[in-house]
């Protein structure tokens, strides 16, 4: 799982806990509980709850303007208007971070804040509805796209980490109306039941076609380890790779890099 997505969801908890806090949290919080965590755990210290602390001092130094005497500084998010919990109510401004990236052959460029998950980008910015969330914790493969022709699982990732890049979504794969050859594949030997899981399989499948033109059973099923099924079993989805290996799929790239 990717530490600094979690440590940015876990920032949103933070500042719920906060806000009904009545505790004044300072700059240089968040170093302190680094420290002591350095110091309890030697050796073995999760990187993930250091970024967290480091984004909650970020967050704690963000100018909120003063709070009413007495009364402890209470950020609101977006969407919090109207809550004040009995205190005074000071706005939170996030800062926005400009990306320019390619998606499906067009090219992109957006302000977008920085913790902002790559699968919100391309669904919420861009429309690419076809890339789904499923656990949220890149456990399912849901998600998956391509990153510079490789599979990465996109709420694994922050959407600025993608500046600078090639992003292909099974949106992008089919091309001038034509189905990608893992598609059809798919859609010949019925690799698909709900198909919820389908698109992070099919662009999975691409990834492993590409780098194992002609995989067996066990590598095919070992490829796709991280995209989980609820429905078929996988026999069908095993075989629909096959199909497409023996009409060489592996010898076509991602849809929007052809």
């Not at 949290?25 to 755990?41: D, M």
């Not at 990834?207 to 429905?231: A, V």
């Not at 060489?248 to 790239?253: D, L, N, P």
Request: glycine share 12%; aromatic share 4%; hydrophobic share 35%.
């Amino acid at each position: 799982m990717g530490r600094l997505g979690v440590a940015d969801r876990h920032l949103d908890l933070a500042l719920i806990i906060w806000s009904m806090s009545d505790e004044t949290l300072n700059p240089g919080y968040g170093a302190g509980c680094a420290a002591a965590l350095v110091e309890r755990t030697p050796g073995a210290v999760d990187p993930g709850r250091l970024a967290f602390y480091r984004l909650l001092d970020g967050l704690l130094s963000t100018p909120t303007g003063p709070p009413t005497s007495g009364q402890p500084r209470r950020p609101t998010v977006e969407g919090d208007a109207g809550h004040t919990c009995g205190h005074a109510q000071t706005t939170l401004e996030r800062p926005m971070t400009k990306i320019n990236l390619t998606v499906d052959g067009a090219k992109v460029s957006d302000d977008v804040e920085p913790r902002m998950l790559l699968v919100q980008y391309l669904r919420e910015k861009l429309g690419k509805t076809g890339t789904v969330i499923g656990c949220d914790t890149s456990n399912c493969g849901a998600c998956t796209v391509h990153l510079n022709g490789t599979s990465v699982k996109s709420c694994n990732m922050l959407a600025v980490q993608a500046e600078g890049a090639e992003v292909t979504t099974i949106e992008g794969l089919a091309q001038n109306g034509t189905l990608h050859p893992v598609q059809e594949a798919f859609r010949e030997c019925h690799g698909l039941q709900c198909g919820f899981c389908t698109p992070g399989m099919i662009m999975q499948s691409v990834d492993l076609l590409n780098e194992n033109p002609n995989p067996s059973e066990e590598e095919i099923r070992l490829g796709l380890e991280g995209n989980l099924c609820r429905c078929t079993g996988y026999q069908n989805i095993v075989k629909s790779v096959q199909h497409a290996a023996a009409h060489g799929a592996g010898a076509t790239t991602s849809g929007a890099q052809a």
